[in-house]
């Protein structure tokens, strides 16, 4: 067995990362039809302020980041809803505000240091016992609904307009796509890290498409893209000391490239 699986930390992490793996490009296609790619960037930043307010509450960390990116996907989509301002200038006022709030907090807290390194570019040392309970059951979750409600988010990512005319309730269920969009980015934050967790969330989506296959045929495609990246990158980061956001994220643009490359031929 190679030494990497002689260490708990790193079981959890492989754990871990194959949920990550397998439920960010689920989501994050469904985000890329809708043109909303950018949604899991502010997401990220709003979970990252959950884990500021965690600090200073003593709670857990991937709770209190669930629990604020959850509330914020609500806001954003009842701001979007309910005033004139534009969508991506309600995603820019919800990534600046609570990466700003999340700031002031840690500062407050003292926690502004390495352990906020691991949390912006991630840290295969940091995956808690914990950390993967809450995972795997709200993975679980996450995966039963896409799975369920695939039809109507398929519709409603596709033709919103179509889908209010054949009786769907949009509004509804472009809430729950969101909450789900905010539950994947809270459990990405310790393998890939707030600032690159809305890159495995697209990149494997895009390199899949590359190949034009159905969409149900894409999201295979881009998950297992996902998963090689993930296992890839937390081998690499394991045995060179690299922080595993930022090489799983490497990985899976290299493999982006080489799906361009593919398509020239």
Known sequence: MPEIFNYDFMIRAFMVGALVGIIAPVIGMFLIVKRYSLFADTLAHVSLLGVAVSVLAGTQPVASAVALAALGAIGIDRLQARTKVYGESVLALFLSGSLAVATVLFGLSRGFNANLLNLLF???ATVQPLDLYFVAALGVVVLS?????FKEFFFISFDEEA???SGLKVERLNLVLMVLAAITV???IRI???LLIGALMVIPGLTAMQFKKSFKATILLAVVFSLLSVILGLFLSFYAGLASGGIIV???LAFFVLSLLFKEK
């Open 122 to 124: 991630g840290s295969i």
């Open 145 to 149: 609904l896409a799975y369920l409600l």
């Open 163 to 165: 889908a209010k005319v």
């Open 186 to 188: 809270s459990l990405s």
């Open 192 to 194: 890939v890290g707030v």
């Open 250 to 252: 490497v990985i899976a």
